[in-house]
């Protein structure tokens, strides 16, 4: 298996999202790249929906990077959802082209699982959460390399 830096580096670059988040239709640019002396990988979301789709003004940063003592990625997420007076990061053990992320907000688990296909230099991301025992699916989501 490659190092984190590696896997990583199959996140770099400029991608077209589009997926579903519940039955609303999501379509992102995404540009990923190195930051803070290549130590987090800053992925930028930006919506390129019409005007009367609910997540047209929708903006997203992760920064997501690799604790080698504890060997453990983690997930900063910022996004324009809201301020939160406290910050909740993401944490993820690869599992082989899997990251499955787990952000824990007191009585809720929200999962964000990043997975690669390399046959296709395609990622997918799964999003759930779980409340009371009860995992619910939040959104489903596909990136593509945009060209040019």
């Known amino acids: 298996m490659e190092g984190y830096r590696g896997f990583l580096d ?18 992102q640019e ?21 005007e009367d789709n609910p997540t047209s003004d929708y903006e997203a940063v992760y920064h997501i990077g690799f604790n080698e003592e504890s ?41 964000n699982v990043f997975t690669w296909y390399p046959e296709k230099d395609r990622w997918s991301f799964r999003q759930s959460f779980d409340e009371d025992g009860d995992t619910r699916l939040f959104a489903l989501k596909e990136m593509v390399r945009r060209s040019g």
């Open 71 to 111: 060997e453990i990625y983690v997930m900063h997420l910022l996004d324009t959802t809201e301020v939160p007076v406290e910050c909740t990061v993401g944490r993820a053990k690869r599992e082989g082209n899997s990251l499955p992320f787990l952000f824990e907000y007191g009585d809720m688990r929200f999962f």
């Open 10 to 27: 199959h996140l770099a670059g400029q991608w077209l999202l589009t997926g579903t988040m519940g039955d609303v239709d999501l379509r």
């Open 30 to 50: 995404v540009d990923a790249k190195w930051i803070l002396g290549e130590r987090f990988l800053s992925m930028y979301f930006n919506s390129i929906t019409a």
